[in-house]
C-alpha cells in the first residue's frame, strides 16, 4: 500500500502566489489546501489534519505572524514563513514565535521544498524518538549522550554537549540565539551572546576540519546557528576531522 501523500495548506492572499506553490507542491506529491486569509486558514488547520503549513505575513485580515502563533499554541505542524521582508529582526521573531522556517521572496521551488524536507524530518524524528542525529561525519545519539565524528568518540563539557544537543533537537533549522542562550544557560542569561560566541567556537574546533569556514555548526548572521543535515556536508579532504577534546 502507498505511502498518503503529506498534506500542506498554503496561507497567501495572492491567486497566483498560490497556483505556483500548488503547482510545485503537487508535482513532489503533496496534497494541497488553501487559504486567502488569517482567519480561513485557522479554521482550515483545526477542522483538517495538515503535515505543514506556509503562510505569508502580508495577509488582509491578520499579520502572518498571528496566525503562527494562533496555531502554534495548539500544534508542533511545521509552519515555514513566506516574506518579502528580509529583516534580522522579523525573521527572530518569527522563530521565536515557533516558525520553523524563513524564505524570502523572490524565491525557486527547489529552494523552498527543500526546507521543507527538512522540517518534515525533523517533525518525523521528533514523533518516532530517533535519538540519532548525523551530521556528515558527525553522529549525535541523543539517547546515549555521545558524540562521535568520523566514529572516534569525542569529549566535551556539559554546557557543550548541551548546545549541541538542543542544535541537534532541530537538525536542518535555525535556533535563535535567546533559545539557545534560554535552553543552555537560562533565561536570565538571554542577552548574554558572548557566551555562545565562546562555547560555539570551542565545539567547531572539536567538530570542524577547519573552524574557520564551518560546514557543520553554521552561522544565521544576526539570528542563531543551525546544524547542517547529512546532505549539507561534504567529506572532508583525507578523512580529516576536527581536533578530539581533551
Known amino acids: 500500500m502507498s505511502e498518503p501523500h503529506p498534506i500542506v495548506l498554503i496561507v497567501d492572499d495572492e491567486v497566483q502566489i498560490r497556483r505556483f506553490l500548488r503547482a510545485g507542491f503537487e508535482l513532489n506529491n503533496f496534497t494541497v489546501h488553501e487559504s486567502g486569509s488569517g482567519g480561513e486558514a485557522l479554521r482550515s488547520a483545526t477542522l483538517q489534519p495538515i ?41 527572530v521573531k518569527l522563530l521565536e514565535l515557533g516558525a520553523d522556517d524563513y ?6 521551488m527547489a529552494e523552498l521544498l527543500a526546507r521543507v524536507r527538512v522540517a518534515l524530518r525533523r517533525q518525523m524524528r521528533a514523533a518516532s524518538g530517533e535519538p540519532t542525529v548525523r551530521a556528515g561525519a558527525l ?9 562521535t565524528l568520523n566514529g572516534a ?40 551572546t558572548h557566551y555562545l560566541r565562546i562555547f560555539m567556537r570551542k565545539l567547531r574546533q572539536k567538530i570542524e576540519p577547519e573552524p574557520n569556514s564551518p560546514k557543520i ?13 547529512s546532505g549539507e556536508v561534504e567529506p572532508a579532504p583525507n578523512g580529516a576531522i576536527g581536533a578530539r577534546a581533551g
Do not use: C
Not at 55 to 73: F, H, N, Y
Not at 75 to 88: A, G, M, Y
Open 51 to 91: 503535515d505543514l503549513v506556509i503562510v505569508d505575513l502580508g495577509l488582509p485580515d491578520m499579520d502572518g505572524s498571528q496566525v503562527v502563533e494562533r496555531i502554534r499554541a495548539w500544534s508542533s505542524v511545521p509552519i515555514i514563513v513566506l516574506s518579502v521582508r528580509n529583516d534580522e529582526p522579523q525573521k
Open 103 to 108: 524564505v524570502v521572496k523572490p524565491f525557486g
Open 139 to 147: 553522529t549525535i545519539d541523543l539517547s546515549t549522550r555521545t558524540v
Open 153 to 192: 568518540r569525542l569529549t566535551l563539557t556539559p554546557k557543550e554537549y548541551r548546545l549541541l544537543q538542543v542544535l541537534a533537537q532541530h537538525a536542518g533549522n535555525v535556533v535563535t540565539h535567546q533559545h539557545l542562550l534560554k535552553e543552555v544557560w537560562g533565561s536570565v542569561h538571554v542577552q548574554d
Open 217 to 229: 555548526l553554521l552561522t544565521e548572521l544576526g539570528v542563531g546557528y543551525r546544524l547542517a543535515q
